[in-house]
């Protein structure tokens, strides 16, 4: 049985509580809040774990075997680098720190410690995203053009980071993993209304290898409730509504064919096609509880995960670089050697499951 400890129990903590405690590989054995009202309600919940406002109480291997990082942006890279160097498997939410040196560090400290670090990327944990990744994979869609999403809601408003660290993980995360690849470039521009320097609506750029491109619009400051991406082939489209309760992802049999080659304005003419459009069965589970099974998984029998540091950095990488243009004029900031493929799995401790 993992001993496991939830640091963190505000806006996300208690849903990562909610599953853990009911997952038969493990046991919540410590609880840290820094609010003693959340420590005590959640304490009632887990009678049993040691409840504790100090981070240092629950990293340690005496109390724990994992830990599970629901805390503040700003305190991931702080706590994750003492859990790792405790020899402590360690799950940290999005995004995994707030520069990409931060990521390398924590990365190099799973390493050496043989002990596995796991990046909270809950929707690549899906069943919708991975109907679409099966749907870019099988050549059903054709080649890649572009891929376009929006993450907008009326708040909750956030004070540590701006929108763009905030909804951002999400989309870039998924794009990254649709994409199979790193963006060689990234542009973002934005507002502040709320709180300077503390941008509440953000668009992103990506670009691509081999002439594609990522469009991502994110807000806290919106009347509507959106979650939907569009990913645009050369043969087929698709579209993934999260809200949707029922037909989550829709293909539609559309395409533009241009002419292959022209001598004139004249003579361009382009031909549309309109087929079916079909919603694929989707076999659904919960994705939060699919990623923490996965990531006992990964404790118990030493597997690389999904979302593991590499992962996580280059997402924190992409959204360096936003931040860095929506500073500098909205420019394009080039990621260089950005593509983190082929990497070997790390070596790490197994623990028997007892």
């Not at 700003?74 to 790792?84: I, R, V």
């Not at 691509?208 to 991502?216: E, S």
């Not at 597997?303 to 909205?330: C, F, M, W, Y």
């Not at 990621?335 to 082929?342: I, P």
């Amino acid at each position: 049985m993992i001993r496991i400890g939830i640091l963190g129990l505000g806006y996300w903590g208690p849903n990562l509580a909610r599953v853990l405690g009911g997952l038969d590989d493990c046991r919540v054995t410590a609880i840290c809040d820094r609010s003693s009202d959340r420590l005590q309600r959640y304490a009632r919940l887990f009678p049993d774990a040691l409840a504790t406002q100090e981070s240092d109480q629950i990293l340690d291997r005496d109390v724990v075997d994992a830990v599970v990082i629901a805390t503040p942006t700003a305190t991931h890279y702080g706590l994750a680098s003492q859990a790792l160097q405790q020899g402590i498997h360690t799950f940290v939410e999005k995004p995994l720190a707030t520069t990409s040196a931060q990521c390398e560090q924590l990365i190099a400290l799973a390493a050496d410690n043989k002990v596995v670090l796991f990046v909270g990327h809950v929707f690549l944990y899906s069943a919708p995203v991975a109907k679409l990744k099966e749907l870019v994979t099988s050549g059903e869609l054709g080649d890649l053009y572009y891929i376009s999403s929006s993450r907008l809601n009326l708040g909750p408003v956030r004070h540590d980071v701006n929108a763009l660290w905030d909804l951002a993980p999400h989309d870039i995360s998924i794009m990254l993993d649709l994409m199979d690849d790193s963006p060689v470039s990234v542009s973002c521009a934005g507002l502040a209304y709320l709180k300077d320097e503390v941008h509440d609506v953000c668009s992103l750029a990506l670009h691509f290898h081999k002439k594609r491109m990522g469009m991502i619009h994110v807000s806290w400051l919106d009347p509507h409730k959106k979650r939907v991406m569009t990913v645009v082939g050369s043969k087929k489209m698709a579209i993934y509504d999260d809200i949707e309760p029922l037909e989550k992802i829709k293909v539609y049999d559309h395409s533009i064919d241009a002419p292959p080659h022209t001598d004139s304005f004249g003579e361009f003419r382009v031909s549309y096609r309109y087929g079916d459009t079909y919603s694929p069965r989707l076999e659904e589970v919960e994705p939060l509880k699919a990623e923490c099974q996965s990531f006992l998984r990964c404790v118990i029998d030493g597997s690389r995960p999904r979302t593991d540091g590499h992962n996580g950095l280059k997402v924190v990488r992409v959204i360096e670089a936003a931040q860095s243009s929506l500073h500098n004029g909205n420019g394009r900031i080039e990621l260089n050697g950005a593509a983190l493929r082929g990497l070997a799995a790390p070596e790490v401790n197994k623990l028997a499951v007892v």
